[in-house]
T-cell receptor, first 114, second 116 residues
């Protein structure tokens, strides 16, 4: 069964600290993986995208990694800020019956405390 | 400003009363999609459209209808809403969704629907 699982479900850290969010997937054949940030009351916004051949991608203080062999991705946030408080969603695309499909993880809710 | 707009943002209605949630994008995107987001679950696709007059079912299409008469608009129709359709709904658009689904989707602000 094609699945995307994220951990932890929620996380609280102090402002200025680093954190890492995890995403494990079982989809096949894999196409690409995106991380989205969703602020409360808003739609998701793309942070990074990685294809099979890429194992790291940065966007400012956000760094995503991908291990296509173990089907795992992580999102590392450096020197967290209050504005990083949001849900982070892992989205995996894969091929299915000559078309492509996407599956959204349920997200990790991150809270940054001052 | 490039954006996806949805209306209304909040709606409380009663079982069986037909409603329409509008979605419009100004980026000339071919691909548009509707999702629902429920606590503990990932976004689930309801319907999508590859272009004008081309629509297809997503993973949870039951109880919903869509139409794509113009490129910029993609309304979601609930003919007879039921309480299990209480959810947060998002419209999204992107350039043509090719085999690789590489293109970033741009999401609207969401519509919170409550069906009593």
């Amino acid at each position: 069964k094609n699945q995307v699982e994220q951990s932890p479900q929620s996380l609280i850290i102090l402002e200025g600290k680093n954190c890492t969010l995890q995403c494990n997937y079982t989809v096949s054949p894999f196409s690409n993986l995106r991380w989205y940030k969703q602020d409360t009351g808003r739609g998701p916004v793309s942070l990074t995208i990685m294809t099979f051949s890429e194992n790291t991608k940065s966007n400012g203080r956000y760094t995503a990694t991908l291990d296509a062999d173990t089907k795992q991705s992580s999102l590392h946030i450096t020197a967290s800020q209050l504005s990083d408080s949001a849900s982070y969603i892992c989205v995996v695309s894969f091929f299915y019956s000559s078309a492509s499909k996407i599956i959204f993880g349920s997200g990790t809710r991150l809270s940054i405390r001052p | 400003e490039a954006q996806v707009t949805q209306n209304p943002r909040y709606l409380i209605t009663v079982t069986g009363k037909k409603l329409t949630v509008t979605c419009s994008q100004n980026m000339n995107h071919e691909y548009m999609s509707w999702y629902r987001q429920d606590p503990g679950l990932g976004l689930r696709q309801i319907y999508y459209s590859m272009n004008v007059e081309v629509t297809d079912k997503g993973d949870v299409p039951e109880g919903y209808k869509v139409s794509r008469k113009e490129k910029r608009n993609f309304p979601l129709i609930l003919e007879s809403p039921s309480p299990n359709q209480t959810s947060l709904y998002f419209c999204a658009s992107s350039f043509h969704r090719d085999r690789g689904s590489y293109n970033e989707q741009f999401f609207g602000p969401g519509t919170r629907l409550t069906v009593l």
